[in-house]
């Protein structure tokens, strides 16, 4: 899809429960954002592609 739309393309992770980990599930840099992206995401890679929410408590 970003090949043809030459746009990046994120894949979600939904976090069910918990806090997720200050780091990249896969490239293990810090990944929260100061502002919640769209008052929605809560974490985002940039380097994987990676977005992610804070998850219920």
């Excluded at 769209?38 to 985002?44: A, E």
Aim: aromatic content about 16%; hydrophobic content about 25%.
């Amino acid at each position: 899809m970003q090949s043809q739309t030459n746009k990046p393309f994120y894949y979600f992770l939904h976090k069910f429960y918990g806090k997720q980990k200050q780091a990249c599930p896969i490239c293990e840099q810090d990944w929260k954002l100061q502002v919640p992206l769209h008052k929605l995401y809560s974490y985002k890679c940039d380097t994987c592609l990676l977005l992610s929410d804070e998850g219920s408590r």
